[in-house]
C-alpha cells in the first residue's frame, strides 16, 4: 500500500472483490496494476448506503434519516446547510426527519452523499489543495446538472442526473487521490499543450480517466447509468425520450462547463454545441454558475475551502464583466469584417470564377511557411509512417486543419453507395458542430446542379462565398448559412470517395494562398493514408 489512508478497509475491499464478477474485478485489478498500486480503493459504507438509497424505489425518510444520523459529523453537515441563506426556509430546520419534509427527500440525499463522499475523499488524500479543488467541481457540476433537469423539464430524473455528473469525473478523482504525483505529471504535460486524453494515455500505459472511473465504480457496484455516464464525449440524445442519451449529455455538458470556467477557457463553443438540446445560452449559462457557486459555499468546509482555491468568484466577475460589453464587441466586429473584402469577391490569385456564380476553382498555390501547420504535418507524417487506425488518422487530421490552419468548422464526409443512390454522409467533424449536426450532413450526389456533386465530379477544390444562390439543396442552408465554404475532394485515381468540407464565418478573413496550398496537403494526407491501408490488406 501506498500509504494513501485505505489499508484499515482492504480486507473488507479483498471481500468485496471476491463477491463482484470475476471479470470486473479481474479488470480493476489490472488497471491498477499498471498505475502500481498494491489495493483498490474501498468506498466508505455510509456512502454504499447513501447511494444504495438512490437505486432503490422503496427508499423513505425514515431510512434516509437512519443512514444520516450514524454519522454525528454528516447530520450537523446536513442541517447547516439547510439552514444555509440558499434555502431560506424563514425557520430553523433541527432535525433531519424535518429537513426530509421541508425540501425534499431527494435533495436530502444528494446533499448528504456528496458531503460524505467528499469528506471520504479528502480525508484520505494527501494533497488536500488538488482533491479539494476536483471535489468541488463536481460538487459545482452535480448541483448544475439537477437544476437543468428539473428547470430544463428534461426527461431524466432530477437525482439521477446529480449522481451522475457528481460522479463523472470519478477517474480522474481516483489517480489525484491516489497517485498526486502522476496526477501532477497529467497536468504538468497538459500544461505544456498535451491534450488530457493523450497525457493520461501516454503516463498512464494507454489508460483513460474515464476507463478508471468505470472500473472503479463497477467494483464499487454503482449503476450502469452513472458508469455510462462518464463518457467523455457523448453522442447526440437520438431523440426527446432518449434518457441516457439526455442523462450523458448533461452530466458531461455540467462538468465541461465548470472545467471551462475555472481553466478561463472560452465557454461559447461549448454552448454552442449543448445550446439547442439543453436550450441554454451563453448569458444563462454563466448564471448557473453563480447560482451553483451560491448554493455550495455553505456545504462544508472542504468545499468553501476549494472554491477559495478555484477563484470562483473573481473567474466569475470577469465573465460577467466581459459579457456586458457586447456592444464594444459588435463595434469591434463591424470594424473587421468592413476591413474585409465584401461579397463574392474571389480571393486573388485563385484562378478562374465559375461564370455568374462568384464560386471559384482553386488552382496551385506556393508552400506555407506558417510553423504551428509545420508542427501537424510533421506529427502527421510521422504517423503515416508506422501502424495506425485510419478513424483516429482522420481526428489528428481534422485537428490540424482546425487548430493549424483556423476553421470555424471541419468535416470529413465519405460517399455512401446505396441500392438506389449515392449519398455523401458526415463521418467527423470538428469546431463549431456537434454530433446530430455532422450526423444530419447529409447531400444526395444525384442531383449535379449542386455544386458538392461538380467538386466531387470533376475532384476540383473549391471555394463558396456566404449565401450563395442555388449552390447546396435544401436540406444543406441551414448548415451553410452565412459560411464561406471551402470543398477539397478526396479522389483516389481520379475517382470521388469522400470530401473535406470547411468552412469560416461570414466576415472572417478568407484563405491566404499559404493556407489554401496547405489545406489542400493535409487532403493529399487522407488520400496517402487510404492507398496505404489498402496496400497492405493486398
Known sequence: MLGYGFSESWVVTKKIMNETSPASSGKLAEIFAKMNMGELPAMSHNVQELISLTHSSQSSGYELSKVILKDYSLTNKVLQVVNSAYYSLGRPVNSISKAVTII???????????????????????????????????????????????????????????????LHNLGKIIVCLYMPEISREIEENVAGGMSEDAATRQILDGLTFDQIGVEVATF??????????????????????????????????????????????????????????????????????????????????????????????????????????????????????????????????????????????LDELPTSPDKSINDFIHDITETLMGPFNLNDFYINLLEGLYRGIGFDRVLLAVISVQPTRRVL???????????AGIARFEHDLAPSDYIIPKSLKACKDMAIPPNTPDAFPESLKFFVKDRTVYLFPICLDDKPIGLIYLDRKKGRPKLDSNRVKATRLFRDFAVMAIRKLRSRKQ
Open 220 to 361: 464499487w457496484n454503482l449503476s450502469d447509468k452513472i458508469c455510462a455516464s462518464m463518457d467523455p464525449d457523448p453522442p447526440y440524445p437520438q431523440n426527446t425520450y432518449d434518457t441516457l442519451g439526455y442523462l450523458k449529455n448533461v452530466a458531461n455538458f455540467s462538468n465541461k462547463l465548470i472545467e471551462y470556467v475555472c481553466d478561463e477557457k472560452e465557454i461559447s463553443g461549448l454552448v454552442s454545441r449543448y445550446g439547442d438540446m439543453l436550450s441554454v445560452n451563453t448569458e444563462e449559462a454563466v448564471e448557473r454558475v453563480n447560482k451553483t457557486v451560491d448554493a455550495s459555499e455553505d456545504i462544508s468546509d472542504s468545499i468553501r475551502y476549494g472554491l477559495s482555491k478555484l477563484k470562483m468568484r473573481s473567474r466569475l466577475r470577469g465573465l460577467d464583466e466581459a459579457m456586458k460589453e457586447p456592444a464594444k464587441a459588435a463595434r469591434k466586429k463591424k470594424e473587421k469584417s468592413e476591413k474585409v473584402e465584401a461579397g463574392v469577391e474571389s480571393v486573388r490569385g485563385e484562378g478562374p470564377v465559375l461564370e455568374g456564380t462568384g464560386i471559384q476553382d
Open 425 to 435: 454522409v458526415g463521418r467527423f467533424g470538428l469546431g463549431d458542430i456537434d454530433p
Open 104 to 166: 425534499g427527500f431527494d435533495a436530502v440525499r444528494d446533499l448528504a452523499t456528496g458531503i460524505a463522499l467528499f469528506e471520504d475523499f479528502v480525508k484520505n488524500g494527501v494533497e488536500k489543495e488538488g482533491i479539494s479543488k476536483l471535489l468541488t467541481r463536481s460538487f459545482l457540476s452535480a448541483l448544475q446538472a439537477r437544476d437543468l433537469a428539473v428547470e430544463k423539464n428534461l426527461n431524466i430524473v432530477p437525482e439521477e442526473a446529480f449522481i451522475c455528473a457528481l
